[in-house]
Nanobody, 127 residues
Framework: QVQLRESGGGLVEAGGSLRLSCAAS????????MGWFRQAPGKEREFVAG????????DYVDSAKGRFTISRDNAARTLHLQMNSLKPEDTAVYYC????????????????????WGQGTQVTVSS
């Protein structure tokens, strides 16, 4: 059984930074691509960033490029999302997720390709 637990959310002023972390327990973390998704009030959950199981390649939604950095530590079974230059439109609940496909060569942006999810951490950016 896989468990994912996010931390690091909070309230920050526009232009500030936050670092989200996701601690994983259970099987296959080192073999699975990981992703960060977010859901703003009244909106559907959306892909934010993803990283290959080897940690070499990452993918970002356009609004996150240049501001967010995803990383992982397979030895520690942790996933991170460094968020800089935060904007009010980044306000959302952020979720980490583990891909159902092991050793995948492509990073999926589809929710259905992720079968384990954390409970989420709230990020609020004030203007």
């Amino acid at each position: 059984q896989v468990q994912l637990r996010e931390s690091g959310g909070g309230l920050v002023e526009a232009g500030g930074s936050l670092r989200l972390s996701c601690a994983a327990s259970g099987l296959n973390f080192r073999s699975a691509n990981m992703g960060w998704f977010r859901q703003a009030p009244g909106k559907e959950r959306e892909f934010v960033a993803g990283i290959l199981w080897r940690g070499v390649t990452a993918d970002y939604v356009d609004s996150a490029k240049g501001r967010f950095t995803i990383s992982r530590d397979n030895a520690a079974r942790t996933l991170h999302l460094q968020m800089n230059s935060l904007k009010p439109e980044d306000t959302a609940v952020y979720y980490c997720a583990q891909s159902r496909n092991l050793f995948a060569v492509d990073i999926s942006r589809r929710e259905n390709d992720y079968n384990y999810w954390g409970q989420g951490t709230q990020v609020t950016v004030s203007s």
